[in-house]
């Protein structure tokens, strides 16, 4: 009797305990790095966990800071005291930035994350730190607090890294020149091939294999957040689950469940009023994401393809994206047919009615918000992360066709023709159709992005 009471005692004051924990800790300090790509992904989450009761606190970077007045009032915004300037980017290249960068930033979030616990006590239930801020967990585990890693990548892209990080640098690169083992699958991931594992675009290889050695160490992080959905990468999700042996948590697309405008550029709203000028489904939108530069070349023989295709087309050209200059000749191209802003709404953009095809680099975010939309799509990926999701977009989820080799004209008009015009690119539509329906399903009640997330918040509160 004396046990059977001591023990129900002890289980009492263990959740009353567990109770005043969770009471306690509701705050959550996001960790993303420096770019549109990975900061707005953050914010729609951390608005997500904001909409269940949690206190959001951002940890940002000197430079490219999301604007916190206006549409994040009621998130608090820190900024590391040490962090790298924007201009180290350009000199060193991404490899060799993100790994200063988190060098520098280890000690600067370190003060940052004691700063807090002076300022709000003892409240952080959990640090969320980007895959590529990997540093961030010393501070996790110096104060004990748990941590999780987002991807804001695909989850074959992590699978990609993870299994890059464990071969023999040298021995693969001379492997990989037979043609058989490029084209090889690798085992249960199609379409991972093993062309795919050699980075490609990213400069030289040993700052690349460091960094993703970085990357896949999940240290103390107990838990594992992407931004994708089962209905897209199941096979990966599963191979993650297995390796990682901490909760894979799939959630997204987290665009879908909350809505965080986090802009870094100006956004041209004139498009939209060009787009309500044009035909239902006949525009092609045009957009290579936050950081990469074009050659004048490809830019122009871009402009006579999509010039020559006779549909209508909206071109996001960013300022300076340009290697060398913009062309004099490329406003009087387009102008008849086209319409080029310097940075567009690009998830309103792809929703409205007379968009019929989005030309992409196939970054993850830009593919998540094309399927959302039910968009099909010209794929031009330049480095490997999007190469894999182009080949998920080609040939898995068959919603778009890849440019590939030198650009020239003549590929760009058909290819424009093919999506927008023929019978090909309206059986692609309709599979896109199919394809965002699944997808806004799993993030609706009880479908799988919308249980993860619960699965994910029980995990905050009790951890
Ligand atoms: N984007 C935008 N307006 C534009 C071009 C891009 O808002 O004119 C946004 C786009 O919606 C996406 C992000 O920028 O959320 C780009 O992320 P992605 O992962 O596609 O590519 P990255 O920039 O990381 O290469």
Known sequence: MYRLCRAVLQRVEREKEQMEKSQAKRRIVLAPIPGQGHVTPFMQLGKSL???????????????????????????FVTLPESLPG????????MKFLLKYNNTNEASFKDCIAQLLMQHGNDIACIIYDEFMYSCEAAAREFKIPCAIFTTTSAIDYVSCYIFSKLNLEKFSSDIEDPELKEKVVENLYPLRYKHLLPTGLGPLEPVMEL??????????????????????NSSLSWLQQELKIPVYPLGPVHISASAPSSLLKEDRSCIEWLNKQKPRSVIYISMGSFYHMETKEVLEMAWGLSNSNQPFLWVIRSGSIVNSFPDELSKMVSERGYIVKWAPQIEVLAHPSVGGFWSHCGWNSTLESIAEGVPMICRPFQDEQKLNAAYIESVWSVGIQLE?????????????????DEEGACMRERALVLKEKVKASVRDGGSSYNALDELIKYLETD
Do not use: H, Y
């Not at 800071?65 to 998130?75: A, C, I, Y």
């Not at 957040?225 to 089962?230: D, G, H, L, R």
């Not at 080799?405 to 015009?421: D, H, S, Y």
């Open 212 to 233: 993703r050695r970085e990357i896949v160490n999940k240290r103390t992080a107990s838990a594992f957040i992407v931004n994708t959905s089962s209905c897209l990468e």
């Open 405 to 421: 080799g030198e650009v020239e004209r003549g590929q760009v008009e058909r290819a424009v023709k093919r999506l927008i015009v």
């Open 87 to 94: 201009s180290e980017f350009e000199r060193l290249g991404p």
């Open 50 to 76: 904001s909409l269940k009761g949690f206190s959001i606190t951002v940890a940002q970077g000197q430079f490219n800071q999301v604007n916190p007045s206006q549409d994040f009032p009621e998130f608090q």
